[in-house]
């Protein structure tokens, strides 16, 4: 096997293992290459079926390109697809775009790493923990109705890589958090060998990552390989810019890439042009305050 079919396995094994030892469990879809590439392995390892539920986080601020290629694929693979928002927070106004416009001594102005913390990571407690409205895509009627499903899932697949950010280099391939969705990142279990622990107490929130040891080149390499489908956002359009990362409209940029397809981004990435560039260095909320992307995904971010 080269490198690619060998990080493949692992992934397939790494599905296998928690479907085995949770018996509610969902994978997180961002709707980024890395969570496509799970959503790809995830068919590989049940044989083009996903047994569990998939969970998008809608801010409401992503760009309409992806939504438009979330619902299509979810449509044509016939996933059970959850949405979970954060209501309450958007119809209040208390977000960043909609108080940008504020003084910054305004006390209604709300920092990008608190609109994260309510629309992402608040949002994503409240889904999970089956606490917030649930509203699950009818796949007769492409319709996201009211779930009537409430019961917290305990085994969560994320598609974190340890090569993306910091913070996530610290995870683990099943990584416990505490009833509140916080992540204690001294306690987390060995994993030596290859040797998993999966037997924690009952009702223990564990976090699964398949795609820890990939990097943002096998990401890419596996996308050309399986022909994997990705949303338009990742390629140049004509104006010499493109993503790197997806998030949140009004808090991330673009970067300066004429790639316009798979293969410009694999020959981008081998060049070293994006040696010294952080890979969500256009991502805004990472960078404001003390502590950036660690201290929001302490408290659940994804």
Not at 2 to 17: A, G, K, N, P
Not at 250 to 267: R, W
């Amino acid at each position: 096997m080269d490198h690619l079919d060998q990080l493949e396995q692992q992934s397939v094994y790494i599905f296998r293992e928690a479907f085995r030892h949770f018996e509610r469990m969902c994978m997180l879809w961002s709707i980024g290459k890395d969570s496509t590439v799970l959503l790809w392995l995830a068919r590989k390892a049940f044989f083009g079926h996903i047994p569990f539920p998939l969970v998008h986080i809608d801010t409401s601020y992503k760009l309409p390109e992806m939504i438009q290629y979330r619902d299509r694929l979810a449509l044509e693979y016939k996933l059970t697809m959850i949405v979970g928002q954060d209501e309450a927070t958007l119809a209040a106004g208390a977000t960043y775009p909609a108080t940008a416009h504020l003084a910054a001594d305004d006390p209604r102005k709300v920092t990008r790493k608190q609109c994260c913390g309510a629309l992402k990571s608040g949002a994503l407690k409240a889904t999970l923990q089956g606490t917030g409205v649930r509203r699950k895509l009818n796949l007769a009627t492409g319709a996201y109705d009211i779930d009537a499903d409430r019961e917290p899932w305990h085994g969560v697949i994320v598609g974190a890589r340890s090569d993306e950010e910091g913070s996530r280099s610290k995870e683990r391939y099943f990584s416990p958090r505490d009833k509140n969705n916080a992540w204690d990142v001294g306690d987390q279990p060995p994993e030596l060998w290859n040797q998993f622990k999966t037997d924690f107490a009952p009702g223990t929130h564990v976090r699964i990552h398949p795609l820890l040891d990939w990097t943002e080149l096998n990401i890419w390499e596996y996308i050309k390989r399986e022909s994997i489908p990705t949303v338009s956002l990742y390629y140049d359009q004509g104006d010499g810019k493109r993503y790197r990362s997806l998030g949140c409209g009004p808090c991330q940029t673009p970067i300066e890439s004429t790639a316009k397809n798979v293969d410009a981004i694999i020959a981008e990435l081998r060049s070293g042009k994006l040696r010294n560039i952080a890979e969500r260095s256009g991502r805004a909320q990472d960078q404001e305050g003390r502590g950036g992307l660690e201290d929001l995904r302490r408290d659940g971010y994804m």
